[in-house]
């Protein structure tokens, strides 16, 4: 606890305005990348039946290598895929993502985002990643994640955030999956069990050329639709909290988010996506506050910084 406050105090002591610029530099070439990379590639909506978002039918989204260096990759531990495979994996998967919905083309929107979930990164063990954020222009209500670092979160969620610290807690919640590996290791799953062979021996047309990120988007859609293993979220959560708190946020933001997400009636269409790929809303705020006790009553009570306002800021 006395390393923690020691890191919080000293990070926020720095205020980081000038790192936090260039990150937000580097990310908008990165966005601009993937909105390319989108138009060139309007995805048919696969008929996933009712999901907010729908993971279909992205084809050709990246630097294409070849099937056996991924079918290799996906076959090794996951400490033997380095940091830049990582990414490179990451690449294709936001790419997956981007593909199912368009980025929100609000550009100071999306700087906002990246200024607030790169301050939070830096609170993170793996600060150096390529943190990037996006905010998908969706009414649903999702966020997600890749590995290396490419986090988005739907128009729709951040619509229905009260505070600041809510949306901090969401980003954190995605940034836990990151820093874990959990999607990494999902597709890496996937992969072995004879997902990725299928795939192969199903593949028509395009060679060997384009086979990488073929796979990964099939791996891709399949997990996005799917979700992670409910020991994933339940660690998200809580480790979640821990970077939103060292960031300077309420602790208690996440459990605001799961108190309202609990609330909110389980056939509404918004939700349909995070209702199906996540563990039931009680359990997850069970889990927390057994987690939580009173361990971080000390950094509550921070003052509100309503979503409303601080996004009339940020975006006028
Ligand atoms: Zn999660």
Redesign the pocket.
Known sequence: MKKFLATLTLLLACGCTQAQDDAAKAIGGLLQGLMRGNQNNNAPASPQGGLGLSFGGNKGSGNAVNVGELAGLLSQSIEQIDEPKEIQIGRHLAAVLVGAKPLHPNAALQRYVNRLGRWISLQTPRPQLPWTFGVLDDEGYN?F?APGGYIFVTKGLIDRMADEADLASVLA??MA?VVGKHHLKAIQKSAQSGLLTRALATQVGGGVGGALSEQLLLLGRDLYSRG?DQS??FE??RIGVTYATAAGYDPYGLLAVLQQMAATPGDNPAYALTFST?PSTTARLDQLEQAMGQRLDAYANKPRIPMAARLAQATR
């Open positions: 966020a994640a919640h995605e999956h992670l994933d979220e998200a959560d996540h």
